[in-house]
């Protein structure tokens, strides 16, 4: 196998705030693995908050070249990442590279990866679409207009430094969008005694899940208040990878997996296959990527409960298609691998 690797400005159409800082714009490091003539992808992207520079993605990318060329097969280099002879590497390159081994086996084999991961039928599913902090009137309009384009989920992200913002946001939501499912993220933002007094609030304005709602790092925290919490609790920051998730198994309504935090599809299978039957449900989240960073989650939407997979549709231009989302459903079909493509350039502006 032959490994090279690239550097694309992923800029999105608006900057998105949440609770901890504002983003309009960060890289992906696209991850392309040739062999027998055929070629595979994945993406890993830059993070400051999970502290992963363009410069380390390159780095170790670079580190690894030898050892991953000197594998005859991908399906070799696969079982490789499985026995944990990768486990040094950051959670999001492992998960770029298993991401463009499953989509080169996938593309030899002449077989889609969700076949590869078992599941038979081509996965689909409502994702979320997510609302920053904004004004009501802003967020109203948003919420309508996605409503109109088929969504049927949205996040709303919270944090405000006064709640009562947060509180008329979702209002302004539930007006904009009022057969919408609404979730709320204030990206841990809350002390647990102002996530006590606050969710049952935002219950009565029909919210139907809070994910994080304290700042994270106190695991048991974040599970006493699922104890009596009003609203189903969904882990994201807490809940990196599989020690993570055992740790709260049983003891918070949900998980929210994202490949870049765990480190790969084979990883949150591994999380899935732990936490059924605990009562902990999985929700499949994602960074704000391509389309060729978010399509290895699309593969495992089945799993989920919640499906919160629209990195891509935030972006100005997003150099790859083929999981949709749009209309607010993303898919894979059957193509061999991945299933994505390069999109046409964007038309230079006259």
């Known amino acids: 196998m032959k490994l090279q690797t690239r550097t694309e400005r992923l800029r999105l159409t608006e900057p998105l705030r949440i609770a901890r800082s504002v983003m309009a714009a960060r890289d992906a490091v696209v991850v392309t693995l040739t062999h027998e003539g055929a070629s595979g992808h994945g993406e890993a992207v830059s993070s400051d908050y999970l502290g992963l520079p363009t410069e380390l993605i390159h780095r170790q990318l670079s580190e690894f070249r030898p050892r991953l060329e000197g594998l005859r097969h991908p399906q070799d280099a696969l079982e490789h990442l499985a026995d944990g002879a990768f486990a040094v590497l ?21 077989e889609p990866v969700h076949r590869l991961l078992g599941a038979p039928a081509a996965p689909g599913a409502a994702t979320a679409r997510t609302i920053g902090i904004t004004d009501p009137v802003r967020a109203a309009a948003q919420a309508a207009g996605l409503a109109a384009a088929g969504f049927t989920v949205l996040k709303v992200k919270a944090g405000s430094p006064d709640p009562a913002e947060d509180l008329a946001r979702v209002e302004a939501v539930r007006l904009g969008a009022p057969g919408a499912r609404i979730l709320l993220d204030p ?21 139907e899940a809070v994910e994080q709602p304290i700042a994270p790092g106190r695991p048991d925290a974040l599970a006493d208040l699922a104890q009596t919490s009003a609203l189903p609790v969904i882990a994201d920051e807490d809940a990196v990878g599989l020690d993570d998730a055992l ?16 480190g790969g599809p084979s990883t949150a299978l591994r999380i899935c296959e732990a936490l059924r039957g605990s009562g902990t449900d999985i929700m499949l989240g994602c960074l704000t990527a391509s389309s060729l960073g978010i399509a290895p989650a699309v593969h495992l ?10 990195g891509h549709l935030l972006l100005a231009h997003d150099p ?9 459903t993303v898919r894979t079909g059957d193509r061999p691998g991945l299933g994505v493509r390069r999109a046409p350039a964007p038309e230079a502006a006259t």
């Not at 647990?192 to 009565?204: G, K, S, V, Y």
């Not at 939407?301 to 629209?310: G, I, Q, T």
């Open 90 to 110: 950051s959670a999001g390159v492992r998960a770029a590279l298993e991401a463009a081994l499953l989509d080169l086996a996938g593309r030899l084999a002449g």
């Open 187 to 207: 990206n841990g933002a809350w002390t647990p005694e102002q996530a006590r007094t606050l969710i049952p609030l935002f219950a009565d304005l029909g919210v």
């Open 247 to 262: 740790r709260l198994a049983g003891r918070v309504h949900g998980v929210n997996i994202k490949l870049a935090k765990c």
């Open 301 to 310: 939407v089945d799993r989920a409960r919640w499906v919160d997979l629209d």
């Open 320 to 328: 790859w298609q083929g999981i949709g989302g749009t209309d607010g």
